[in-house]
């Protein structure tokens, strides 16, 4: 079968579950959020990574419907876990290029908001910058317009697109996820301080919020900090666990 109609299948047959990974505020060390992604468990098989299904979702379209489940999957599981923790922690969810591009898109954040009953402030979403093709007019309508919903709004793999910069300041939004090349080769590579440097202080002159990913080392998570770099993620906290081990980790933070 090709990989597309597996996927269909897949959604039909409820074979695709989220996995949490947590967000650690830098100076408190508190969990302060986390990102939703996707994973795919076929049954009697081992579990297939995103990295090889969401290309071909993307270029296919199934990302549409794909997407859609993941938002109301993320919304059903954030307004458990806020229940069963006493706890309002944003959750994440990815936004893909074409999903941003969706005329649909804002009905449907809404929709997935009122079916589920989740404070609008505990979903955040994701988006790259490899979404802003060429209109940035209506890249930013869009942002606003979910931004009016009471959502959170993040720029993902940060510093990796070309064309944001000169509008930055027109984006509203709350948090710059800076990408992960930048952290995981810091070691080996000091040139890339100064460009973490100039995105904290970047952020932070626009107001936004500066989280870096892929941190795996100690030495990295105290250079981030040292920069005023307000949060991380990354395997050196935590890797992205199940919808329960998450839970665990929550009851045993608080
Ligand atoms: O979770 P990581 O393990 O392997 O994810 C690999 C890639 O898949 C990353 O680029 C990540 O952003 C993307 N991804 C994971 N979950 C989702 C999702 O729910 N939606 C979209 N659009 N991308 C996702
Ligand atoms: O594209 P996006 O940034 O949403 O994707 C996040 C991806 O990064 C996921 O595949 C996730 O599993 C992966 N990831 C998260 N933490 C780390 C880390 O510390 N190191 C590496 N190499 N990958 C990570
Ligand atoms: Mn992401
Ligand atoms: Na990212």
């Not at 949490?20 to 959020?33: E, F, R």
């Not at 299904?53 to 599981?77: K, M, N, S, Y």
């Not at 990408?179 to 080769?185: A, K, T």
Request: contains cysteine; charged residues 20%.
């Amino acid at each position: 079968l090709d990989l597309e109609y597996r996927l269909r299948l897949a959604l039909e047959n409820e074979e695709f579950l989220l996995h949490y990974q947590p967000k650690l505020a830098l100076v408190s060390g508190a969990i302060c959020g986390a990102e939703a992604l996707i994973r795919w468990q076929p049954a009697g098989e081992s579990m297939i990574s995103p990295a090889s299904f969401i290309p071909i979702a993307e270029e296919t379209g199934l990302i549409e419907d794909i997407g859609l489940w993941v938002l109301h999957e993320a919304c059903r599981q954030a307004v458990k876990l806020n229940r069963l923790y006493g706890r309002e922690l944003p959750i994440a969810v990815n936004v893909s290029p074409r999903q941003f591009r969706q005329s649909d898109l804002v009905s449907m954040v809404r929709s997935a908001l009122l079916n589920s009953g989740l404070n609008p402030a505990c979903l955040e979403l994701e988006i790259t910058e490899s979404s802003l093709v060429h209109d940035t007019g209506s890249f930013i309508k869009t942002l606003q317009e979910l931004k009016n919903l009471g959502v959170g709004l993040a720029i993902d793999d940060f510093g990796t697109g070309y064309s944001s910069m000169a509008y930055l300041k027109d984006f509203p939004v709350d948090r710059l996820k800076i990408d992960q090349v930048f952290v995981s080769n810091l070691e080996a590579e000091p040139s890339n301080i100064a460009i973490l440097k100039a995105i904290v202080a970047l952020g932070h002159s626009l107001n936004m919020k500066v989280i870096a990913e892929g941190v795996e080392t100690a030495y990295q998570k105290a250079f981030l900090l040292g920069i005023g770099c307000d949060e991380m993620q990354g395997y050196h906290f935590s890797k992205p666990l199940h919808m329960d081990t998450f839970g665990k980790l929550l009851s045993d933070s608080c």
